[in-house]
């Protein structure tokens, strides 16, 4: 059984920086893909941002174009997501998936691991 443990999140003022990361435990896996969603309270979950896992090509929804970026450290198995001038509408609990086959990264559906998530605030 693979999790995924997400870390980083937390309160931030507008316009600051936040740090999420996410490591997956249990049995050991190669990821063809991962990404990040997000779910803010009575809204449905939706796409930030996604990686290959061994090409490293990206993609990012338009709100966070520019703002963020998502790395993967292949030795560690890991995938990161940097953010910043972070905004009020940023605010959710941000998850992180995995993939066993390449497909959509933006689809949700095209992963099959989710961590529990991690809360983001952004407020002044």
């Known amino acids: 059984q693979v999790q995924l443990v997400e870390s980083g999140g937390g309160l931030v003022q507008i316009g600051g920086s936040l740090k999420l990361s996410c490591v997956p435990s249990?049995?050991?896996?190669?990821?063809?893909?991962m990404g990040w969603f997000r779910q803010a309270p009575g809204q449905e979950r939706e796409f930030v941002a996604g990686?290959?896992?061994?090409?490293?090509?990206?993609h990012y929804a338009d709100s966070a174009k520019g703002r963020f970026t998502i790395t993967r450290d292949v030795a560690q198995n890991t995938v990161s997501l940097q953010m910043s001038s972070l905004k009020p509408s940023d605010t959710a609990v941000y998850f992180c998936?995995?993939?066993?086959?390449?497909?959509?990264?933006?689809?949700?559906?095209?992963?099959?691991?989710w961590g529990q998530g991690t809360q983001v605030t952004v407020s002044n």
């Open positions: 998936a995995a993939g066993t086959v390449i497909a959509m990264l933006h689809d949700a559906q095209s992963y099959d691991y």
């Open positions: 249990g049995d050991y896996f190669t990821p063809r893909i």
């Open positions: 990686i290959t896992w061994r090409v490293g090509s990206t």
